[in-house]
């Protein structure tokens, strides 16, 4: 019988989760130790802010990353956005560049594991948080002017190589990307149209088909959440199953697609 678990959001995208099947054990990576957790284990601030600014993603990874100097916590979301959080739970910066690890734990920096010759942690600084009122005078007149009742969540600045940006991340709304002179370069919109309308489904409502599919091939996989919605102006279900991915059923139930971490966004 599939375990059930507490549904409390939505989903609002469909590409799904990359946890392993089992706890992994911490691991060294240079001066770093990489442990996964789980969603309950992230600081309680952190928590709030993704219930509060992703309503509806689904945490599909989590990791407790510790070093000398400081803890850090890293959440995957299933729109493809990784958070990193302050030991206190406070948002310290988002995406690719701001992180350490990707949604499987794996280090994204190079060097021990192929990073090259003379490209040490002092040459590549992490991003740096900024206040609106330290964005270059041209990024600043664009968010006033296209944004003005928007609020901004975090902005940060990454000067690594020949990578001379800022990055601001507008509250349900996506990232804004600027150069090192504040002009313009491009907008990620937030993900989350192409599947607005999928509401939450109990898993014992789920239709026989799908129960069984997950129970023959996930007898194991703790099934996490479900929800059925029209994308693509065909009717879906998506199933959850931890240290699987989002299983895709057409309205009958019979069995699309498996989406998983890494995969592209569907």
Do not use: W
């Amino acid at each position: 019988m599939l375990k059930k678990i507490l549904l409390s959001v939505t989903f609002l995208a469909v590409l799904a989760g990359c946890q392993q099947e089992d706890q992994m054990s911490p691991l060294a990576i240079d001066d770093l130790v990489v442990a996964e957790i789980t969603e309950d284990e992230l600081p309680a601030t952190a928590s709030a802010f993704i219930l509060e600014n992703y309503e509806g993603e689904i945490i599909t990874s989590a990791f407790k990353i510790s070093s000398n100097e400081e803890v850090t916590y890293e959440a995957n979301l299933t729109n493809q956005m990784n958070l990193v959080f302050a030991s206190n739970g406070r948002l310290q910066a988002f995406g690719e560049e701001g992180s350490e690890v990707d949604c499987r734990g794996k280090h994204r920096k190079r060097g021990g594991f192929g990073r090259p010759p003379g490209d040490s942690d002092e040459e590549r600084p992490k991003p740096v948080s900024l206040d609106l009122e330290d964005l270059p005078t041209e990024a600043a007149s664009y968010l006033s002017e296209n944004y003005a009742e928007n609020e901004i969540l975090k902005i940060i600045y990454i000067e690594r190589d020949e990578l001379n940006q800022y990055h601001v991340l507008i509250k349900k709304t996506g990232l804004v990307i600027f150069d090192g002179d504040g002009t313009f370069l491009e907008f990620k919109e937030k993900p989350e149209r192409n599947c607005a309308n999928f509401q939450a489904v109990e898993l014992e409502d789920l239709p026989e088909a799908i129960t069984s599919y997950v129970a023959e091939n996930y007898p194991d996989n703790e099934v996490l959440r479900a929800r059925m919605g029209s994308r693509n102006e065909q009717v879906e279900f998506h199933v959850l199953v931890k240290g699987t991915g989002v299983l895709i059923f057409d309205e009958n139930g019979e069995f699309i697609e498996l989406k998983t971490c890494g995969m592209d966004k569907g």
